[in-house]
C-alpha cells in the first residue's frame, strides 16, 4: 500500500540554524501539508500547497518557513533560523484528487538546543 | 473557522469492554469529518471518515463512529477493545471548502488486561 515517508525520524539542531526535513508523498496525490505537533498538544496546521504553490497557511508559518517541491517526487519543508519553540513532530501529509482524505508520514522529530 | 472538542484526555477501559470517545466540533459549515490514531513513536493513521451520505461509519480494527449534525458531534466507539487498542486517538474535522485539518487535542486510550 503507498505510503507517505520522511527523513529523517529524528534531527537535533542548534538554534539559529537552518533544518530542512523531507516529505516523499504517495506518487498520484496533487495535495501537500505540512502539520506540526508540540509535545503533549495538538495536531496544527502549518501550509498546504497544490500546483506549485501554497493554497492556505496558518499564521504560524511566518517568514522563517518555506516550502518546496523540488522535484517530481519530494516536497520539503525549511526553517530558516530554528528557535528552540520549533521544536516538535512535524508530519507531513498528502491527499488525493479530491482533497479529502489526508495520508500522514510516520513524522520528523525536531529537537532545537 | 472550525473547531474540535475531544472529552476526556485520558480514557482506561478494561479488555473487552466498549469504549466511546467524544468529539464535538463547531462550524458553520459543511464538515467533513475524521478520526485518526496514533501509536507511540508511529505517525498519524486513518481510522474512518464521514464524508456525507450514511451517519454510521465503519473503519479499521473494529472501530465506528456516528456523525450527529443536530449535536455537532462525531463520537468514535468499539464494541470491544483490545489491547493493541491503546493509543493516542485525533478527531479531525475538514470544511468543505478549504484543504486545511483541524484537530482535537486528542484522547490518550489504555487498554488495561
Known amino acids: 500500500e503507498p505510503e507517505v515517508t520522511q527523513t529523517p525520524s529524528h534531527q537535533v539542531t542548534q538554534m539559529g540554524q537552518e533544518v530542512i526535513l523531507r516529505c516523499v508523498p504517495i506518487s498520484n496525490h496533487l495535495y501537500f501539508y505540512w502539520y506540526r505537533q508540540i509535545l503533549g498538544q495538538k495536531v496544527e496546521f502549518l501550509v498546504s500547497f497544490y500546483n506549485n504553490e501554497i493554497s492556505e497557511k496558518s499564521e504560524i508559518f511566518d517568514d522563517q518557513f518555506s516550502v518546496e517541491r523540488p522535484d517530481g517526487s519530494n516536497f520539503t519543508l525549511k526553517i530558516r533560523s530554528t528557535k528552540l519553540e520549533d521544536s516538535a513532530m512535524y508530519f507531513c501529509a498528502s491527499s488525493d484528487q479530491l482533497g479529502e482524505t489526508q495520508y500522514f508520514g510516520p513524522g520528523t522529530r525536531l529537537l532545537v538546543l | 473557522a472550525q473547531s474540535v472538542t475531544q472529552l476526556g484526555s485520558h480514557v482506561s477501559v478494561s479488555e473487552g469492554a466498549l469504549v466511546l470517545l467524544r468529539c464535538n466540533y463547531s462550524?458553520?459549515?459543511?464538515?467533513?469529518l475524521f478520526w485518526y490514531v496514533q501509536y507511540p513513536n508511529q505517525g498519524l493513521q486513518l481510522l474512518l471518515k464521514y464524508l456525507s451520505g450514511s451517519t454510521l461509519v465503519k473503519g479499521i480494527n473494529g472501530f465506528e463512529a456516528e456523525f450527529n449534525k443536530s449535536q455537532t458531534s462525531f463520537h468514535l466507539r468499539k464494541p470491544s477493545v483490545h489491547i493493541s487498542d491503546t493509543a493516542e486517538y485525533f478527531c479531525?474535522?475538514?470544511?468543505?471548502?478549504?484543504?486545511?485539518?483541524?484537530f482535537g487535542t486528542g484522547t490518550s486510550l489504555t487498554v488495561i488486561p
Open positions: 479531525a474535522v475538514r470544511s468543505n471548502t478549504g484543504n486545511q485539518f483541524y
Open positions: 462550524s458553520s459549515v459543511s464538515v467533513y
